[in-house]
């Protein structure tokens, strides 16, 4: 079913506006029936969607002072948590970060991209296992919208663990519920020709040129696929291609 685009309530948006205006130092004055925050709640909402906006727009300073007022008005606000730890993670604050994402989850367990943006933060930091972890728990949500990107992200967590059969099993997954997951056809195809199924591993990768096109990475596996198969011709010619891109 189709999901039609809503724009954002009126006054979540002139309570976004008029705090965006007194962060900035604007001089018009507020009319005395412009719309107020209903709540402590719905004040810290605001300041959280003022702060992601200016995270969006790489201004951390802005996005930071937004955040920590959101805060302010309700500690346990797991979104403007969330922000903190990505703005943390921007700063390469990686340990603030981490403890930011724990305390979003903890005031919103079932919060599946934070989760998943915590995995994020996990895998930078190469604590694989615990990625995966969080990933595996993240991609139980059915849900979730980007839930084919879960699995592939599981999957690759996966690999650096080397637990490749439950790699393959992620990215299947992932291609169960999306065909068109060019990364996981990808990242299949890789497996395959490791593990010796050339023809497997030639067939997932013309998906993957149908789906996404070609790149660095896929040509390259092109002519090691080719070479393995005896096919001089065509792993030279997508050598060529590997020169040109």
Request: with cysteine; net charge positive; charged share 20%.
């Amino acid at each position: 079913m189709s999901r039609q685009f809503c724009p954002p309530p009126v006054r979540a948006v002139a309570i976004a506006v008029g705090l965006a205006c007194l962060m900035n130092g604007c001089a018009t004055p507020v009319a005395s029936n412009a719309p107020r925050a209903e709540s402590k709640s719905d004040a810290a909402a605001a300041y959280t969607r003022l702060g992601k906006a200016y995270l969006a727009e790489n201004n951390l300073p802005r996005a930071q002072q937004a955040l920590e007022h959101a805060l302010k008005l309700d500690a346990r606000d797991a979104d403007a948590l969330e922000g903190l730890a990505l703005l943390y993670q921007r700063q390469r604050e990686l340990d603030l970060a981490a403890r930011f994402f724990e305390r979003a989850l903890a005031a919103a367990p079932d919060a599946t991209r934070i989760r998943n943006n915590y995995a994020a933060l996990l895998y930078q930091r190469e604590r694989y296992a615990q990625a995966c972890q969080q990933l595996a728990l993240a991609s139980q949500d059915i849900t979730y919208t980007k839930r084919a990107q879960l699995f592939a992200n599981l999957g690759q967590c996966q690999g650096k663990t080397g637990d490749i059969q439950a790699a393959q099993a992620s990215y299947r997954r992932a291609l169960d519920i999306d065909p068109r997951n060019a990364r996981s056809l990808l990242a299949l195809a890789r497996i395959d020709h490791t593990q010796g199924n050339n023809e497997r591993a030639w067939e997932r990768l013309q998906r993957y040129f149908t789906v996404a096109g070609t790149s660095t990475e896929s040509l390259r596996l092109a002519s090691d696929i080719a070479s393995a198969q005896g096919d001089s011709t065509r792993a030279a010619f997508y050598r060529q291609q590997l020169g040109g891109s």
